[in-house]
């Protein structure tokens, strides 16, 4: 189970820190990552965390993946918020052994947390 939190209204230029706490023994052993959806469009990839991380284009060198596994955390913080970035983001993990792109095959998701940057 997966379970977001963090999310909120900002101001463009502010920085918000969105967690996602898992439950379960093997952490550790699954891939993170983090996805948005806005409304009217398709869910789209954010960042991942595998062995590296992995950032789309459009949040690079604003937005940063952590993890912590000793506390089944994954974290997105989120600097530098644009009008854009108002999604519904989701937090989501794979087996660690899946062989894809970070962007892929991930089966499990949590229910998500709402994101608006005002202008």
């Known amino acids: 189970q997966l379970v977001e939190s963090g999310g909120g209204l900002v101001q463009a230029g502010g920085s918000l820190r969105l967690s996602c706490a898992a439950s379960?023994?093997?952490?550790?052993?699954?891939?993170m990552g983090w996805f948005r959806q806005a409304p009217g469009k398709e869910r789209e990839f954010v960042a991942a965390?595998?062995?590296?991380?992995y950032y789309a284009d459009s949040v690079k060198g604003r937005f940063t993946i952590s993890r912590d596994n000793a506390k089944n955390t994954v974290s997105l913080q989120m600097n530098s918020l644009k009008p854009e970035d108002s999604a519904v983001y989701y937090c989501?993990?794979?087996?660690?052994?899946?062989?894809?792109?970070?962007?892929?095959?991930?089966?499990?998701w949590g229910q998500g947390t709402l994101v608006t940057v005002s202008s």
């Open positions: 989501a993990a794979r087996p660690g052994a899946v062989v894809a792109g970070p962007g892929e095959g991930y089966d499990y």
């Open positions: 379960g023994r093997t952490f550790s052993r699954y891939d």
């Open positions: 965390i595998l062995r590296f991380t």
